[in-house]
């Protein structure tokens, strides 16, 4: 059985399917999971920084993995890829001067795309573009052993990640290790026409660091789903500059029915005693 939680109800329940769930909700109930609607916890895990109360670490936090959103992220990552890599950013502002002129093409082989975050979507992205011929690269905790993709690991191995690689890829999860690690540090050491794409959480990215970035010539391009804040404030730079492009964080969005069939799924699996996946770390924050 269902239903839609509404304040007051305080009925039992043995699963809670929660994106920002109101204290309440929550807090001081038997439940035997909690699952998040979306990918990244971000959100809730800060929740439970305030109300810790909310959610006991006896009870498990389950997040969705994939369910319809790594095809999303490599429809998103392939077309920019392809869109700088043809160059159709230099070709617009051609035609935005009214001038005819070919350009030299770029080398699919010189054109590599690091990946930050080489997790499920991660890895579901660095997939969709082993076919185009760019060298791929992926920086995570753990290293990976996946073919024909560099794996780089770690805070010590981030250097050696950045450098060379011309598009950037975001799909870090917020943690406290990665909020605002896109920064001036980080963007001095890819190399000058650089281009980011950012489809993770806004607070990886310092924002004024980015538009420096864009003015002095590092980076070419960015796109951006995501921003520090959603909405993006009227007020912000980022909307009116040339070289920055941006959707408002749709670059993934929860499909529910594929979403609720790999919940029940879980819910199955938790109930004949089965190992299951998609559990949170609470501790790591991912
Ligand atoms: P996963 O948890 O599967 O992957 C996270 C990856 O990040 C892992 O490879 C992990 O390393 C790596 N990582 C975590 N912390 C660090 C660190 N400190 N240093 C280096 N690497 C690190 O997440 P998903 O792939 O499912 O999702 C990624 C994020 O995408 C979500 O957290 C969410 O923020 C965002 N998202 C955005 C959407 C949108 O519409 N814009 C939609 C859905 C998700 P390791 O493999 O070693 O554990
Ligand atoms: C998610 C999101 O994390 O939609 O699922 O951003």
């Given at each position: 059985?269902?239903?839609?939680?509404?304040?007051?109800?305080?009925?039992?329940?043995?699963?809670?399917?929660?994106?920002?769930?109101?204290?309440?909700?929550?807090?001081?109930?038997?439940?035997?999971?909690?699952?998040?609607?979306?990918?990244?916890?971000?959100?809730?895990?800060?929740?439970?920084?305030?109300?810790?109360?909310?959610?006991?670490?006896?009870?498990?936090?389950?997040?969705?993995?994939?369910?319809?959103?790594?095809?999303?992220?490599?429809?998103?990552?392939?077309?920019?890829?392809?869109?700088?890599?043809?160059?159709?950013?230099?070709?617009?502002?051609?035609?935005?001067?009214?001038?005819?002129?070919?350009?030299?093409?770029?080398?699919?082989?010189?054109?590599?795309?690091?990946?930050?975050?080489?997790?499920?979507?991660?890895?579901?992205?660095?997939?969709?573009?082993?076919?185009?011929?760019?060298?791929?690269?992926?920086?995570?905790?753990?290293?990976?052993?996946?073919?024909?993709?560099?794996?780089?690991?770690?805070?010590?191995?981030?250097?050696?990640?950045?450098?060379?690689?011309?598009?950037?890829?975001?799909?870090?999860?917020?943690?406290?290790?990665?909020?605002?690690?896109?920064?001036?540090?980080?963007?001095?050491?890819?190399?000058?026409?650089?281009?980011?794409?950012?489809?993770?959480?806004?607070?990886?990215?310092?924002?004024?660091?980015?538009?420096?970035?864009?003015?002095?010539?590092?980076?070419?391009?960015?796109?951006?789903d995501v921003f520090s804040?959603e909405p993006l404030p009227?007020?912000?730079?980022?909307?009116?500059?040339?070289?920055?492009?941006?959707?408002?964080?749709?670059?993934?969005v929860t499909r529910p029915?594929?979403?609720?069939?790999?919940?029940?799924?879980?819910?199955?699996?938790?109930?004949?005693?089965?190992?299951?996946?998609?559990?949170?770390?609470?501790?790591?924050?991912?």
């Open positions: 059985r269902v239903r839609e939680w509404k304040a007051g109800d305080n009925q039992p329940a043995d699963y809670a399917l929660v994106w920002h769930p109101p204290v309440e909700m929550l807090q001081g109930r038997a439940l035997k999971a909690v699952f998040a609607l979306g990918a990244g916890v971000d959100s809730i895990l800060s929740k439970l920084r305030d109300h810790p109360d909310m959610l006991p670490l006896s009870i498990p936090l389950f997040r969705l993995e994939d369910t319809g959103m790594g095809r999303q992220m490599q429809e998103y990552a392939v077309s920019q890829v392809l869109h700088w890599f043809r160059r159709f950013d230099d070709y617009q502002a051609l035609k935005l001067a009214s001038r005819w002129q070919p350009l030299p093409e770029y080398r699919a082989d010189e054109f590599t795309i690091g990946i930050m975050g080489a997790g499920v979507l991660g890895a579901k992205v660095a997939e969709s573009l082993q076919p185009w011929g760019f060298p791929l690269r992926v920086w995570s905790r753990s290293r990976k052993s996946w073919p024909q993709v560099q794996s780089f690991a770690g805070q010590a191995e981030l250097g050696g990640f950045l450098q060379g690689t011309r598009v950037l890829i975001n799909l870090l999860p917020n943690t406290a290790e990665t909020v605002g690690i896109i920064n001036q540090t980080l963007l001095a050491q890819l190399p000058d026409e650089s281009y980011l794409l950012n489809l993770a959480r806004g607070v990886h990215v310092v924002e004024e660091e980015l538009l420096a970035a864009l003015n002095n010539g590092k980076l070419k391009g960015a796109m951006l804040r009227q007020e912000s730079p980022l909307w009116a500059h040339p070289r920055v492009a941006m959707t408002p964080h749709v670059a993934a029915m594929e979403a609720i069939a790999y919940i029940a799924g879980t819910i199955s699996r938790l109930e004949r005693g089965e190992s299951v996946s998609g559990q949170v770390d609470r501790q790591r924050g991912y």
